[in-house]
């Protein structure tokens, strides 16, 4: 708790939105440090121009300079906006839908083994689990793989977020969203629902197991 930074990233998406993250906030500290700069250098102004009513100059100056600047964010936005709408052959297919207050989810690949994901209550967890995050049911999927999320919902509308992997899509009653992800080491990934769908919102949690290859097999076959 307490980490106002982003997560460390578990896939090269997610790298490429710190980098991003990384580069607005540089320009964004630039550029209120110049504004900060004269705004408290107005404080000494000692009235010398103020008889200077216009200045075509200097006008285009400061009206041509801050859109360029804009370009530098422009052009990597969007160069990362098609980097996350690409999908590249995914071997591995999931679809997850919301519920009030719950997820469930179907490997339609694999026999179509399907099941619901809920929040462990704070009074069934165990001493190492974490509050409000854990569920019942993890996805187990493998890493150094392309994954594809398709998303929907049964009743309102819900938000499926892993912050490590860069996924946030929102699950629709009556549409069908897609999204990819690439996990490049093992572990476990938490997400939380963020879309506000209800007074349980925030208790409908989500959790990939980031597993080998062979280990997922083992427990897709064990299904
Ligand atoms: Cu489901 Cu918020």
Redesign the pocket.
Known sequence: WANLGLQDSASPLMEQLIFFHDHALLILVMITVLVGYLMFMLFFNNYVNRFLLHGQLIEMIWTILPAIILLFIAFPSLRLLYLLDEINEPSVTLKSI?HQ?YWSYEYSDFNNIEFDSYMIPTNELSTDGFRLLDVDNRIVLPMNSQIRILVTAADVI??WTIPALGVKVDSTPGRLNQTNFFMNRPGLFYGQ?????GAN?SF?PIVIESVPTNYFIKWISNN
Not at 193 to 197: F, N, P
């Open positions: 919301g207050w819900h938000s629902c963020s879309e506000i769908c919102h409908m």
